[in-house]
Each structure stands twice: as structure tokens, then as C-alpha cells.
């Protein structure tokens, strides 16, 4: 199994700019995780689905931030109108619940710049 | 979930054990200890969990105290790969959350 996969792995883009991080996560994991890594804030939850349907997106900044997920393989995390404070590595994570002790499977991350 | 204590760093000689410590006082009884690892410009990787018992497998060994309310981590024979920044969290059995600290920063030193 390839593990959970991110693109792209760098993104560089300006202040105003819409941006989308794609995360395709492990195959028969059906539970998906978006998280966020800064110096100040450390690794943050932002939102969770589980069978595609979104559970908690209480971690979801602002309304500029949306996360779709369309089916089992794929999922998507816009920022629109993108900010400088936006800037931070995203990671997305899949599971495979049921067991009660799931583990969570990272990707490499996105690597997030906004100048 | 119960918060954790572990120290900000430590250092590690190549190839000696390192031993990660862990408190978490206010563990319930059906929250598990969860270790995971971030080795920079990586996501974090799971290495080992546990309820009650001690666990083994080919990454690490975990040893929890009879009372619960605290852990240490064991990296039997450390390697340079092996520096990284080391998360203990307690969670929930069947909650999806994963709530990280700051963590152990380990340097291990050839």
C-alpha cells in the first residue's frame, strides 16, 4: 500500500489566491482526518469525516476554510481567499475505525506558503 | 481526553535504550496511551499503544505503571533515524480524536 497521499507536497502561492490540498487516503480506511502543523500551535485537528460525511469541522478556522470529500479515495481542503497566517504544513490522516483502538496513517504533508 | 507531561528534550548516545517518560495523572480507565513519532518534514507515524499491559512490538516497547498514570517508552537500541519528536497521548477507546502536545524532542548522538 502506497500510504495516505498528499499533493502537492509544496505549495507557494499570494495573499488572495484560492488553494487546494488533495489528500487520497488509504485504501479501505474510512475514516479522514485534516490536521494543521505551525511552530505556534502545534499539530491542530481541523475537521473529521467518517464514510465521507464530515463530523466535526468544530477546528475549521473561518469560513475561508472548506473540506469536501466526494467518495472513499479522495478528499479536498480549499482555502479561499488565502491569507499570510494561513501559512503551515497540512496534513491529512486516514483510520480505519472498528476495533476501538484505531490508528491514525499520515501522509507526507503539504507544505503551505502564502506571501 | 487526560492531559500529558513529558519532558521538552533529551539526548540519547547511538545504540544505547532510550527511555521516553510520560505522566498522565488523570488517565481514565478507558482511555489507552498512544506513542507516536515525527521525524522532520514527515507526518507523524504511530509507534505502539496500550491500556493496562505493557506492549512490545518491532518498534518499541511500552511500559505502563500499574496505577496508570504514567508510561515510559523504550526505543531499545536507539539509531540516528530515530531522532525525532515523540508524542504520548491518551485517548478514548473508539474516539476519533488525537490531540497532540508539544511532545519529546530526542536527539540521538552518534
Known amino acids: 500500500d502506497a500510504g495516505v497521499i498528499q499533493s502537492p507536497r509544496h505549495e507557494v502561492t499570494e495573499m488572495g489566491q484560492e488553494v487546494t490540498l488533495r489528500c487520497k487516503p488509504i485504501?479501505?480506511?474510512?475514516?479522514l482526518f485534516w490536521y494543521r502543523q505551525t511552530m505556534m500551535r502545534g499539530l491542530e485537528l481541523l475537521i473529521y469525516f467518517n464514510n465521507n460525511v464530515p463530523i466535526d469541522d468544530s477546528g475549521m478556522p473561518e469560513d475561508r476554510f472548506s473540506a469536501k470529500m466526494p467518495n472513499a479515495s479522495f478528499s479536498t481542503l480549499k482555502i479561499q481567499p488565502s491569507e499570510p497566517r494561513d501559512s503551515a504544513v497540512y496534513f491529512c490522516?486516514?483510520?480505519?475505525?472498528?476495533?476501538?483502538?484505531?490508528?491514525?496513517?499520515f501522509g507526507s504533508g503539504t507544505q503551505l506558503s502564502v506571501l | 481526553d487526560a492531559k500529558t507531561t513529558q519532558p521538552p528534550s533529551m539526548d540519547c548516545a547511538e545504540g544505547r535504550a532510550a527511555n521516553l517518560p510520560c505522566n498522565h495523572s488523570t488517565i481514565s480507565g478507558n482511555e489507552y496511551v498512544y506513542w507516536y513519532r515525527q521525524i522532520h518534514s514527515q507526518g507523524p507515524q504511530y509507534i505502539i499503544h496500550g491500556l493496562k499491559n505493557n506492549e512490545t512490538n518491532e518498534m518499541a516497547s511500552l511500559i505502563i505503571t500499574e496505577d496508570r498514570k504514567s508510561s515510559t517508552l523504550i526505543l531499545p537500541h536507539a539509531t540516528l533515524r530515530d531522532t525525532a519528536v515523540y508524542y504520548c497521548i491518551v485517548r478514548v477507546g473508539g474516539d476519533y480524536k488525537l490531540s497532540f502536545g508539544a511532545g519529546t524532542t530526542v536527539t540521538v548522538r552518534a
Open positions: 485504501s479501505g480506511h474510512n475514516s
Open positions: 490522516a486516514s483510520s480505519h475505525p472498528g476495533t476501538g483502538d484505531e490508528k491514525l496513517f
